[in-house]
C-alpha cells in the first residue's frame, strides 16, 4: 500500500511538473489553451466531488454557482472598473451565500428527492438569470440598476474588456488556473483528512447512524455545500476572465451540471484522484469530438451533437462494469498484477 501511495505522488509530481512547463515548451498554442480549461475542469471535479463524493449528496444544480462566479465578476468589474482578478474571492463568496440560501431547506431531502431539487433549482436560476434585467427593468425601484449597463446581458452576454497584451494575459491565467486547481485539490485533501471529513464520509454510509453518534448532518451537509460553493464560483470568474464573454444560456446551463456529476463518476467518486483523473477523461473525450465525424454512405454526422449520450452510454458502462470508475480500474489491475507476481514466487518456492 506504500509503495502504491508512492508511486502515486511520484506520477503526479511528474504529471504537474510537465503542465507547469507547457506554456514554455508549447508557448501561445493550442496545447496552453487545453491545459486551462483542463485546470478549470479538473477544480469543478473536485469542488462538486466535496458535497457528491464525500457527503454523498448528488447535486445536479452546480452550474448556478459557476454561473454566479462568472457574472459577478463580469458586473462588477464592468460597473467600478474594478481589476477583474480583485472580485474572485466575491465571486466565490457570492456562490456560498447562494448555495446556502437554496442548500439549507433542499439538504434536509434525501436520496433522489435532493437531486431532484436541484434539479429544478437549477432551471429555475437560469431561467431567472437569462430574464433578469427584462424583469429589474419592469419594477420602478430597481429599473436605475440596469438603465446602463446590464447585469447578465440577457441572450446577448457580457463582454470584458480586451487586455493589450493577450499573450502575456493568457499566461498569466494559465498559471492562476494551474494554482487555484492546486488549491481546490489541497482543500480536498484537507478535507478527507480532517473530522470535518469523517463525518461526510459517515453521513455518505449511514445517515440516520451518524445521526445517533452525535453528528449534526444538516449542519455538516450545507457546510459542504457551501465550501463546493465557494470552490466553483472561483471558477465561474476564472472562466469570464479568461474569455471574456458569458453567456447566461451557457454559463447556467444544465449540461454544466451534468459536467461535474459525470467527471468524478468516471474518475472515481468519493476519492482524492479519481475526480482528477475524471475530469481528464472528460475534457479529452469532448475535445476529440468537437471535431470527429462519423461517414454514413454521403452522410457526414458531427459527434458533437451526440456528446452527452455518449456520456451517458460511458456512465452505465462504468457503473455496471467499474463502480470505482477509472482509479478503480487501475488499482484493479495493479492488484491482478500483484497476485501474479506473488503466484508466481510462490510456485518458485514451491
Known sequence: MRTDRSLTWL???????????????????????????????????????????????????????????????????????????????????????????????????????????????????????????????GIPVLKE?????????????LTLPMPADIRSYALAYYYGAFAFMLVALAVSWWIRRSRFGLALLAINMDPDAAETLGISTSRYKVMALMVSAFLVGIVGSLYAQYFLFIDPREMFSFQNSIAMVLMPIIGGVGTLWGPVLGAVVFKVVEDRLSTARLMVGSLS???????????????????????GGVLGLIRRIGRSKLSLRISARFRGWV
Open 11 to 137: 506520477v503526479a509530481i511528474v504529471v504537474l511538473a510537465f503542465v507547469a512547463a507547457l506554456p514554455m515548451l508549447y508557448p501561445g498554442s493550442y496545447w496552453q489553451t487545453l491545459g486551462l480549461i483542463t485546470f478549470l475542469f479538473v477544480s469543478l471535479s473536485v469542488s462538486w466531488n466535496i458535497l457528491g463524493g464525500y457527503g454523498g449528496q448528488i447535486s445536479f444544480g452546480h452550474g448556478t454557482f459557476l454561473g454566479l462566479g462568472a457574472f459577478t465578476t463580469a458586473a462588477i468589474a464592468l460597473r467600478t472598473g474594478i481589476p477583474p482578478w480583485l472580485t474572485i474571492p466575491v465571486a466565490g463568496l457570492i456562490a456560498m451565500l447562494y448555495g446556502l440560501l437554496w442548500g439549507y431547506p433542499t439538504l434536509r431531502l434525501r436520496g433522489p428527492y435532493f437531486s431532484i431539487a436541484t434539479i429544478g433549482v437549477g432551471e429555475a436560476t437560469r431561467v431567472l438569470m437569462i430574464n433578469l434585467d427584462d424583469l429589474l427593468r
Open 145 to 157: 440598476v440596469v438603465r446602463f449597463r446590464p447585469l447578465t446581458g440577457g441572450a446577448s452576454g
Open 301 to 323: 454526422i458531427n459527434l458533437v451533437q451526440f456528446n452527452l449520450l455518449l456520456y451517458g452510454l460511458l456512465l452505465v458502462l462504468i457503473i455496471l462494469f467499474e463502480p
